[in-house]
C-alpha cells in the first residue's frame, strides 16, 4: 500500500504546480495584451508619421511647380520682350537707312 503522506504530498505538489502554471499563463497573456497595444500604438503613430510626410511631400511639390512656372513665365515674358526690342530695333534701323539713303540719293 502507498504512504498515504507522500500522497498528500503529490496532490499539494500537483495542485501548487497547476496555479503556478496558471499564474505564468495569465501573465504571459497580460504580456502580449500589453505588446499587442504598443504594436497597435506604434501602428498609429507610423500612420501619423506618414500622413505627415505625405503632406510634407505634396507641399513640396506644389512649391516647386509653382516655382517652375513661375520661372518659366519669367524665362517665356523675358524672350518675348528680346524679340520685340530686336524687332523695333531692326524696324528703326531699316527706316533710319532707308531715310539716309533716301535723302543721299533722290535727287533735289
Excluded at 78 to 105: A, D, H, M
Amino acid at each position: 500500500m502507498r504512504d498515504p503522506a507522500s500522497k498528500y504530498d503529490l496532490s499539494s505538489t500537483e495542485s501548487l504546480l497547476s496555479r503556478e502554471i496558471s499564474n505564468q499563463g495569465d501573465k504571459l497573456c497580460a504580456s502580449i495584451r500589453e505588446l499587442h497595444t504598443a504594436i497597435r500604438q506604434q501602428g498609429e503613430e507610423i500612420a501619423t508619421l506618414s500622413r505627415t510626410l505625405n503632406d510634407q511631400r505634396d507641399n513640396l511639390s506644389n512649391e516647386i511647380a509653382n516655382k517652375t512656372a513661375l520661372k518659366v513665365i519669367a524665362e517665356h515674358d523675358r524672350v518675348r520682350k528680346q524679340r520685340s526690342e530686336n524687332f523695333w530695333f531692326w524696324f528703326w534701323s531699316i527706316n533710319c537707312g532707308l531715310i539716309l539713303i533716301l535723302t543721299i540719293f533722290v535727287p533735289k
